[in-house]
């Protein structure tokens, strides 16, 4: 992420797989974007391509 110029939060799961059973997560790579009171706002199982992913981006940053 930080490559590709991409600065926010980011969690990783342990090796016992905590955030994955916490989140019902069953393939990888699986991404959230959950905002400042934890509500998930968008989330994609598999790869996401780098266009996509900084579409999302833009949209969820602008401002309302």
């Not at 930080?2 to 090796?15: F, K, N, R, W, Y």
């Not at 069953?26 to 994609?44: H, M």
């Amino acid at each position: 992420m930080e490559d590709g110029g991409i600065s926010l939060p980011v969690a990783v799961d342990d090796e016992d797989g905590t955030l994955a059973r916490a989140m019902g997560i069953r393939g990888f790579p699986t991404l959230y974007f959950v905002d400042a009171e934890g509500a998930v706002l968008a989330s994609a199982e598999g790869q996401v391509e780098e266009e996509a992913l900084r579409d999302a981006l833009r949209e969820m940053l602008r401002p309302a």
